[in-house]
T-cell receptor, first 114, second 111 residues
C-alpha cells in the first residue's frame, strides 16, 4: 500500500494560465475525491468519482474547473484561466468499496497564482 | 452555513496534559465522524473515527467521546507529547458522500 500520491507537489503559475494536477489513489479504491484547502481552513469538497463516473460536483467547482478519471484509476483536475483566488492546497482522497466513508488523503498540490 | 463547528481555534498544553477539542453538528443524517491530524505542508491523516451508535472509542492515546442527543463529539489526547503538535480537524460524513470538515484546531504541546 503506497498511499495516495499527487503530482506536482507545488505549482506556481501566472494568472490566466491553465494548470493540471494528477492524483493516483490507493490501488483498488473505487472512490476518489478532490478537496480544496485554503490557509487556516478545513478542506472543502470539490467533486468525487466512483470508478470513472463523476457523481457530484460542489458549487465551488466553477466552469473553469474540470476533473476526469478516464479509466477509473488516476484522476486529473484542470483549472483553466487561473485566478489569484484559486491559490490553495488541492487535496485528493480515496476510499475503498467496503468502507466508502473512510477517506485517505494524499499530500496535496500547493498552487500559487501570481 | 458551517455544518460542523469546532472549538477551540487553538490550544496550548504542557507535555503530559490532556487537550480536548470539541465539535458540534446539525445534520442528523451524518453517520460517521472521523478526526484528522495535519502537519504543515502535508495532507490530513486519518486518526480515529466513530459512529453515532457508540458513545466512546479509544485508540492508543486518542479517545473520541460522542453525545448523540446533544449532537456533539470531542477528541481527547492522553499524555500529550510535543510530536502531537499539529492541526486537528473533526469531520462528518453522510453515507457514501463527501466529508464536511470543521475549521480546525491548532494544538501546541510544550515540552
Amino acid at each position: 500500500d503506497t498511499g495516495v500520491s499527487q503530482n506536482p507537489r507545488h505549482k506556481i503559475t501566472k494568472r490566466g494560465q491553465n494548470v493540471t494536477f494528477r492524483c493516483d489513489p490507493i490501488s483498488e479504491h473505487n472512490r476518489l475525491y478532490w478537496y480544496r484547502q485554503t490557509l487556516g481552513q478545513g478542506p472543502e469538497f470539490l467533486t468525487y468519482f466512483q470508478n470513472e463516473a463523476q457523481l457530484e460536483k460542489s458549487r465551488l467547482l466553477s466552469d473553469r474547473f474540470s476533473a476526469e478519471r478516464p479509466k477509473g484509476s488516476f484522476s486529473t483536475l484542470e483549472i483553466q484561466r487561473t485566478e489569484q483566488g484559486d491559490s490553495a492546497m488541492y487535496l485528493c482522497a480515496s476510499s475503498p468499496q467496503a468502507r466508502q466513508e473512510t477517506q485517505y488523503f494524499g499530500p496535496g498540490t500547493r498552487l500559487l497564482v501570481l | 452555513q458551517q455544518q460542523v463547528k469546532q472549538s477551540p481555534q487553538s490550544l496550548i498544553v504542557q507535555k503530559g496534559g490532556i487537550p480536548i477539542i470539541n465539535c458540534a453538528y446539525e445534520n442528523t443524517a451524518f453517520d460517521y465522524f472521523p478526526w484528522y491530524q495535519q502537519f504543515p505542508g502535508k495532507g490530513p491523516a486519518l486518526l480515529i473515527a466513530i459512529r453515532p451508535d457508540v458513545s466512546e472509542k479509544k485508540e492508543g492515546r486518542f479517545t473520541i467521546s460522542f453525545n448523540k442527543s446533544a449532537k456533539q463529539f470531542s477528541l481527547h489526547i492522553m499524555d500529550s507529547q510535543p510530536g502531537d503538535s499539529a492541526t486537528y480537524f473533526c469531520a462528518a460524513v453522510e453515507y457514501g458522500n463527501k466529508l464536511v470538515f470543521g475549521a480546525g484546531t491548532i494544538l501546541r504541546v510544550k515540552s
